[in-house]
């Protein structure tokens, strides 16, 4: 069964950079866009990012964008979250997605495969 692997987070304080993995298991991959997520203590899941299928678009929420990028790798089925800037709002567990569609989305019902999640701490 197709599974996605988060990794990279951890601690960091205000200003600092991580940098997010997310690996898929197995094909099909290519044809699908891929996204990040994040949902803080007591707070909504919410969108991240997302990048379409070929790595042509991206999207982002207005409260990573100049911070954030995400960006995708098909030969080796990977995708990433480069984080710079860290606050401490972007306390989160972030999940990585794949998307049921080819094109980005900020919405988390266009995406049927999701991973377990990564946490990341940012103190201040």
């Known amino acids: 069964q197709v599974s996605l692997a988060e990794s990279g987070g951890g601690t960091a304080q205000t200003g600092d950079s991580l940098r997010l993995s997310c690996v898929q298991s197995e094909r099909p991959f290519s044809g699908h866009a891929m996204g990040w997520f994040r949902q803080a203590p007591g707070k909504d899941r919410e969108f991240v990012a997302s990048?379409?299928?070929?790595?042509?678009?991206?999207l982002y929420a207005d409260s990573v964008k100049d911070r954030f990028t995400i960006s995708r790798d098909n030969n080796n089925l990977k995708v990433w979250l480069q984080m710079d800037s860290l606050n401490p709002e972007d306390t989160a567990i972030y999940y990585c997605?794949?998307?049921?569609?080819?094109?980005?989305?900020?919405?988390?019902?266009?995406?049927?495969?999701w991973g377990q999640g990564t946490r990341v701490t940012v103190s201040s």
């Open positions: 990048i379409s299928w070929n790595g042509g678009e991206t």
């Open positions: 997605a794949r998307g049921s569609v080819s094109g980005t989305s900020r919405w988390s019902s266009n995406y049927d495969i």
